[in-house]
């Protein structure tokens, strides 16, 4: 499944050098876990935070690798 990056702020910004809109789910979560230390936790909504921790125990067997 595909996330359109417009909805999700903090990853839009993680995700500045894509010529695409969108990004693969697997990819999503592998981009908040290179990028984490960009990513400002103080202001996720929650929104952004329920994806997180869907991606996190769908993709990443419950653990967020940062």
């Known amino acids: 499944m ?3 990056l417009a909805d999700f702020p ?3 910004l993680i995700a500045w050098n ?3 809109d969108f990004v693969e789910e ?3 979560l592998a981009l908040y876990e290179r990028n ?3 990513v ?3 202001t996720l909504n929650l929104q952004e935070q329920q994806l997180i921790d869907r991606l996190v125990q769908q ?3 419950g653990v967020l690798n940062v």
């Open 10 to 12: 903090q990853l839009k």
């Open 59 to 61: 993709y990443g067997n």
């Open 2 to 4: 595909q996330l359109c």
């Open 18 to 20: 894509r010529h695409d």
């Open 36 to 38: 984490w230390r960009y």
């Open 40 to 42: 400002d936790t103080e």
């Open 26 to 28: 697997d990819e999503a």
